[in-house]
C-alpha cells in the first residue's frame, strides 16, 4: 500500500527518489523525530557541518518545493505522525494519572473511550428496568474521568 492510495500526495509529485543523494541525506536527518537523532545533530545548525553541509544552504534546500513535497511523503511513510501522536498521547497519559483534568479528557477522547453507566429507564425494555447507557467522555463529570482512566490502567 502507498501513501498515494489516500490521496495525501498525488502521485505527479516529486518523491524522495527524486532528491539527489545530499538532499536525501537531509530528508532523512529532518524526519527523524528529535529524540532520536544523534547527541550533537538535534539542530540544523548542528548537524549541517558534520556532513559537510552549511546549515543556511541545507535550509535554503528545505524550501525548496519539490524538497518540500519530498520531506512530506517521507513524513509518511516513516509514520512521524503517529510517532508524534504517540509522543502527546503518552505525556498526556502521565498527567493524567497525576490528576489532570484536561490530561484526562484529551487522553480518553483521542480512543473515543466511552464509559458504561448504569440508568434506569422504562423503555429500555431489561429484566430488572437498567440498561447501559454509553456516556461520552465530554459528558463525563471529573470523578468518571478518573474512574475510567484508573480502570483503563488497572487493566494494563
Known sequence: MNVNDFGVIPPELPSVQSANARERELLEWVTTPLDLREEGEKSLSGWAP???MNA???????AKPHMRLARRALALERGLADYKVGVILDAAYSKAIQGDQRAMSTFLNYYKVEAESQAVSESAGGVDGSATVVKPVAEMSPAEIEAKLAELDSSV
Request: no cysteine; net charge positive; hydrophobic share 50%.
Open 56 to 62: 543556511t544552504t541545507a535550509l535554503a534546500w528545505l
Open 50 to 52: 558534520k556532513h559537510g
